[in-house]
């Protein structure tokens, strides 16, 4: 008897000791088919302890987003965790939604059980705020949607930008976009928040789409995770397979990993090389609206404006003096190792 209450003991200290080292995180999310597969990784990775997950609308609207979060925090068993909604509408234009992609509920169509979790009566901005001041320095920003609930919390209250760990966001890319040439949906989908958050001077890892495009989870790791039986691991099939099939719709072998990708990050920042880079986020672009424009040397020309007096038979004319640094925003991340991040998403659904 004594033995057993030791081992128990034993057993809840540990994982006391586990969460304490765990990272904290927010989760902003638009669920959405991959943020589905991102949250299912999140709640079966010790290294992280979720703090909220905030709603943005995106791939569905705010009130979809809602009742898809709350429902699969119900799935894990997870309703001491905070699910709140947030901004109804991007900062400045209209929203797009995905069920093109996503399905008519943003998940596959799988239809959860309704949820026994309830929603969190706070704003997901005013969450966030609270949140980071009460542990300051701890919190970890892991936003997989559009970033107008992020913006909305830095503007009510930039007193916490200093107080932020970290921002590992999914979003953008350096190689070209999903949307349009230039733009992936994330940032297209409210270019003015990302602007914000991209400028707000915080320690920030951009893990964008053309990184995610080399994490194609496909038909071996499909059936990996459909040797596991359980209410997550059934779920994260059903999305899984709702994605692959989809993707060999359009000629694909499997379908990118975008936002489990940056969860992956937050758990293991060793799976991705990134470089320092100044990235700006294009407002203005008839062609380039969304694009983040990432400058690769963080140096820029000085070009000067010379005057020529009148009949020296020069006209007016700038000319380049040298070269500016200008400083990095972003942690970039350019490669990834895909197979051990694979791996390690298969492995955590499995509950190995
Ligand atoms: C991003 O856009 C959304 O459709 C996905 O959930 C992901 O966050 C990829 O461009
Ligand atoms: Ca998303």
């Given at each position: 008897m004594l033995l057993i209450a030791l081992i128990l003991v034993g057993i809840s200290m540990t994982s006391v000791s586990a969460l304490a080292n765990a990272r904290k995180i927010i989760f902003d999310t638009d669920p959405?088919?991959?943020?589905?597969?991102?949250?299912?990784?999140a709640f079966n990775s010790p290294e992280l302890d979720i703090r909220a997950i905030t709603v943005v609308p995106g791939n569905v609207t705010a009130k979809q987003g809602l009742e898809n979060a709350l429902r699969m925090t119900s799935l894990a068993n997870r309703c001491e965790v905070p699910v709140a909604s947030g901004a109804q509408?991007?900062?400045?234009?209209?929203?797009?939604?995905?069920?093109?992609?996503?399905?008519?509920?943003?998940l596959a169509n799988v239809d959860l059980p309704p949820s026994k979790c309830k929603a969190d009566a706070r704003f997901g901005p005013d969450l966030i705020i609270?949140?980071?001041?009460?542990?300051?320095?701890?919190?970890?920003l892991v936003p997989v949607g559009p970033l107008t609930?992020?913006?909305?919390?830095?503007?009510?209250?930039?007193?916490?930008?200093?107080l932020v760990k970290e921002v590992i966001l999914m979003g953008g890319s350096v190689k070209g976009g999903n949307v349009n040439a230039a733009a992936e949906a994330n940032i297209y989908n409210d270019p003015e928040a990302a602007q914000i958050v991209f400028q707000?001077?915080?320690?920030?890892?951009?893990?964008?789409?053309?990184v995610g495009d080399k994490t194609l989870?496909?038909?071996?790791?499909?059936?990996?995770?459909?040797?596991?039986?359980?209410?997550?691991?059934d779920f994260t099939y059903k999305i899984g397979k709702f994605l692959v099939d989809l993707s060999g719709q359009f000629g694909g072998s499997g379908t990118p990993m975008y936002d489990p990708l940056a969860v992956g990050v937050a758990i293991d920042a060793t799976l991705v090389s990134a470089q320092a880079m100044q990235v700006e986020v294009e407002t203005r672009g008839e062609f380039t609206r969304g694009e983040t424009v990432a400058n690769h040397r963080n140096e820029v020309e000085r070009?000067?404006?010379?005057?020529?007096?009148?009949?020296?038979?020069?006209?007016?004319?700038?000319?380049?003096?040298?070269?500016?640094?200008?400083?990095?925003?972003?942690?970039?991340?350019?490669?990834?190792?895909?197979?051990?991040?694979?791996?390690?998403?298969?492995?955590?659904?499995?509950g190995r």
């Open positions: 959405g088919t991959d943020d589905a597969l991102a949250l299912m990784l509408h991007p900062l400045f234009q209209k929203l797009i939604t995905a069920e093109f992609w996503h399905g008519k509920n943003g609270e949140l980071i001041h009460a542990s300051p320095h701890e919190i970890t609930n992020i913006a909305l919390a830095i503007q009510k209250d930039p007193t916490i930008i200093p707000a001077g915080w320690p920030l890892t951009m893990v964008g789409l053309d989870f496909g038909r071996k790791e499909l059936e990996e995770i459909g040797k596991s039986h359980g209410p997550m691991s070009n000067v404006l010379h005057h020529f007096p009148a009949g020296s038979g020069e006209a007016d004319r700038y000319m380049i003096e040298g070269l500016d640094k200008v400083e990095p925003n972003a942690k970039v991340c350019l490669d990834v190792q895909a197979d051990r991040f694979l791996q390690l998403f298969v492995s955590r659904i499995r």
